[in-house]
């Protein structure tokens, strides 16, 4: 696998190639059509992507502060292909490191019941069910940053 750095999207041709891979990776499996995933705290969150010397994403995740303490991560993937790697634990590493930056004392998500155990091994636990604006299943997670 060629060399991964982790950054924010810089270019406008970037920030389009970070949507798209967005909705291919979260959205896409789902049969869902191909619309941004955007909301309301897209312009205050922090983006991030984890992309190749050949300028292919590999991961994509981001991270915004619900009050003064609590941070969320939202819109986490990662390629089929890479899974299993640490391209995942890298970024997520990532997202933890931004909200600890900003003040954050912990850090909660809403995972896919799939992607429990990838959470639970970065010692995030289990809080609570969560439905979803795309109606899967999810679980409520949270972690105490140190």
């Known amino acids: 696998m060629d060399q991964i750095e982790i950054r924010s999207p810089k270019t406008e ?15 896409k499996p789902l049969k869902m059509s191909h619309i941004p ?18 300028k292919k994403i590999l991961a994509c995740g981001r991270v915004h502060m619900n009050n003064e303490y609590e941070a969320q991560i939202r819109y986490m993937g990662v ?34 019941n799939i992607a429990l155990d990838f959470y639970k091994s970065l010692g995030y636990i289990e809080i609570e069910p969560y439905e979803s604006d795309i109606k899967i299943p999810h679980t409520r997670m949270e972690k105490i940053l140190t």
């Not at 995933?37 to 050949?54: G, P, Q, V």
């Not at 890298?90 to 909660?108: F, H, I």
């Open 79 to 112: 390629s089929d292909g890479v899974r299993r790697m640490g391209v995942g634990t890298s970024m997520v590493n990532k997202l933890e490191d931004k909200a600890k930056t900003l003040g954050a004392k912990y850090v909660t998500l809403n995972a896919r």
């Open 37 to 54: 995933l955007k909301d309301n705290l897209e312009d205050s969150s922090y983006h991030f992507m984890a992309i190749t010397i050949s």
């Open 13 to 27: 041709a970037e920030w389009k190639k970070y949507d798209d891979f967005r909705w291919e990776v979260l959205r």
